[in-house]
């Protein structure tokens, strides 16, 4: 990013030429991949002359002043539509801006569009999306990854430069590995939620992805603040990009946790993984057994919590105040029926586990249970970092699979098992690729660190990302 920041200072290019050859890009690449719900070109060109107006002035609102990116469609953009991929909100044009998207706009960003996702960001493939499923770039017959899959496969295809995804037990993460790109679930409450559509307010996190370590930690920098918005937003000090340097490494203790490491690991992933730490531990790292073990009840309990936080958020889609509305005689014949024809299979599946789970007859078995097994995975996981300064495992169990592979909704939700003890425990992490392969399908790797510890991520992830270079040469 800084070469293409570099280029726009010396006036080699403008933006509207850059932004322009995205468009086409996505005009090219759409057909197969169909990572944009909504491309705004009119929007984007509109920006980028504005860009190009700034600099010819010499008043740049920041180095990044006019490199364009793509923003989910569940992050609300002022007068851009934003569907959350479902029939429900098909019209629904926000009249503010996330905070996210005001700060993107504030830097000179162009927006290019709204990527796909799965419906309500709920899923792990992009395949419940109201307006079809996003391939994977690498081939199109296999899943882009979800929920964020049009932000990874907008960024791997080449059709944005960046993007931005939310991350709620895995959504970042998982399609960067599927995509062969680098993705960051920040710390909670690094980043401002207001104005990203809540599907579980207690674990969600809006994230960068982008094609390299570095271009992920610069746009995590114009991220990253506190929000008197959002209630849950921390008083973190804003992030500065760090100096990039590999020798920093010989000091540190990465622990390898055995459950993570076994049966469901697929064989391929296990190898690429253990190459890498290998590699760090012939540059002086100090490689420490530990153990997670409760990340064993992490899917159970992320389901849990996760069902119980959509089913009440959602229950804002009614057909009165906004959405789609379907006429009837009474109220409640029109919420059933504005809701049943809104929602697709999955959503509808959600919301009634989460309302069965916070029924007054469950409520304590359930709901009250999984967050006691929480606080013991947070718990566990902060005592890790008492012993060593990040935490290494395979991201995802499996590489990207077929479209239509997991039609067991219960296989689908595995996807998140190497992904969910993070939001669970509120840390950060980073997927970053770390090879492919015998089919040329990306595979990632991940690195977690205890809180408000990006810049240690950061700074790991591009020690693994120059040795994966450096095996390719």
């Not at 690449?29 to 070109?41: G, H, K, P, W």
């Not at 002359?49 to 923003?71: C, Y």
Request: hydrophobic share 40%.
């Amino acid at each position: 990013m800084k070469k293409l920041a570099h280029r726009l200072e010396t006036g080699q290019v403008s933006s509207q030429e850059i932004v322009t050859q995205y468009l086409e890009t996505i005009k090219e690449q759409e057909a197969v991949v169909n990572a944009f719900i909504t491309v705004d070109e009119e929007g984007a060109l509109k920006q980028a002359e504005e860009a190009d107006r700034r600099r010819a002035l010499g008043r740049p609102l920041s180095p990044w002043d006019g490199i364009p990116i793509a923003v989910k469609d569940n992050i609300s953009t002022e007068g851009l539509r934003t569907t959350c991929a479902s029939k429900f909100l098909a019209n629904y044009r926000p009249l503010f801006d996330a905070t996210v998207v005001a700060k993107l706009r504030s830097s000179g960003l162009p927006i290019l569009g709204k990527t796909n996702l799965d419906e309500f960001a709920m899923g792990s493939s992009t395949e419940y999306s109201a307006y079809g499923v996003t391939s994977n770039p690498h081939d199109p017959e296999r899943v882009s990854g979800g929920s964020s899959g049009g932000s990874a496969a907008a960024v791997a295809a080449g059709e944005a430069p960046w993007s931005l995804g939310t991350d709620t037990g895995g959504s970042i993460r998982q399609p960067a590995s599927f995509c062969g790109v680098v993705g960051l679930k920040p710390t909670y409450g690094a980043v401002s939620r207001y104005g990203a559509v809540a599907l579980a307010p207690s674990l969600d996190q809006v994230g960068p992805l982008a094609a390299t370590v570095e271009d992920a930690a610069i746009l995590f920098s114009l991220l990253a603040g506190p929000d008197p918005r959002d209630a849950s937003s921390a008083e973190a000090r804003p992030f500065q990009v760090p100096y990039w340097e590999e020798e920093f490494v010989g000091s540190l203790r990465i622990g390898v946790p055995e459950e993570f490491f076994g049966p469901g690991l697929d064989p391929e992933v296990e190898q690429a993984v253990k190459a890498c730490l290998r590699d760090l531990e012939d540059r002086g790292v100090t490689l420490v057994p530990i153990s997670l073990a409760t990340n064993q009840y992490a899917i159970d309990t992320y389901l849990t919590l996760v069902t119980a936080e959509a089913s009440s958020c959602l229950a804002r889609y009614d057909g009165v105040r906004y959405g789609q509305r379907v006429q009837a005689a009474d109220s409640n014949t029109m919420f059933s029926q504005s809701r049943a024809a809104g929602f697709g299979s999955e959503v509808k599946r959600r919301i009634m586990l989460g309302t069965y789970v916070l029924s007054a007859s469950h409520y304590e078995a359930y709901y009250e249970q999984a967050q006691k097994v929480r606080t013991l995975i947070k718990q566990e996981v902060l005592a890790a970092f008492e012993r060593v300064d990040v935490v290494i495992t395979p991201t995802t169990p499996t590489p990207a699979f077929k479209i239509g592979a997991k039609r067991n909704p219960l296989e689908m939700y595995l996807s998140d098992l190497f992904t969910a003890m993070a939001n669970l425990s509120g840390i950060p992490a980073l997927s970053v690729p770390c090879g492919e392969n015998s089919q040329g399908l990306p595979l990632g790797i991940q690195i977690m660190a205890s809180h408000f510890q990006e810049e240690l991520l950061f700074k790991v992830g591009y020690v693994l990302e120059r040795g994966a270079a450096n095996e390719q040469l």
